[in-house]
């Protein structure tokens, strides 16, 4: 399984930007989905995934009400829709896919066995 992700780029504090994780050599519908970031200088930490074929959605707190995941199976992609966006999501985004993940485990990047390359995200304040 391979992911390409896309869509990152530098916006105003307030903007909107939209990232897509395209998936190949495996079926969307049978994947565990997440998106993590890595902040300059920090560790990489979670920020939202689309588990149990799109039934169950976990978010970091601090994205929640302006962050959206998605899928769009048809097209083996899905989405990240933010907006409200801040200085503190400046990061490298990446996505992440897995078989199997236990809602005990979802906010872990060792639950996940296929990661993208990422792409930068800049928020100027």
């Known amino acids: 399984v391979q992911l390409q992700a896309s869509g990152g780029g530098l916006v105003q504090a307030g903007g909107s930007l939209r990232l897509s994780c395209t998936i190949s050599?495996?079926?969307?519908?049978?994947?565990?989905m997440a998106w993590f970031r890595q902040p300059p200088g920090k560790e990489r930490e979670f920020v939202v995934a689309?588990?149990?074929?799109?039934?169950?959605?976990v978010y970091e707190d601090t994205v929640k009400g302006r962050f959206t995941i998605s899928r769009d199976n048809a097209k083996n992609t899905i989405f990240l829709q933010m907006d409200n966006l801040q200085p503190e999501d400046t990061a490298v985004y990446s996505c992440?896919?897995?078989?199997?993940?236990?809602?005990?485990?979802?906010?872990?990047?060792?639950?996940?066995?296929?990661w993208g390359q990422g792409t930068q995200v800049t928020v100027s304040s």
């Open positions: 992440a896919a897995g078989r199997g993940t236990i809602l005990s485990s979802t906010r872990l990047d060792r639950a996940y066995s296929y």
């Open positions: 689309n588990a149990r074929r799109g039934t169950r959605v």
């Open positions: 050599g495996g079926t969307l519908s049978n994947l565990d």
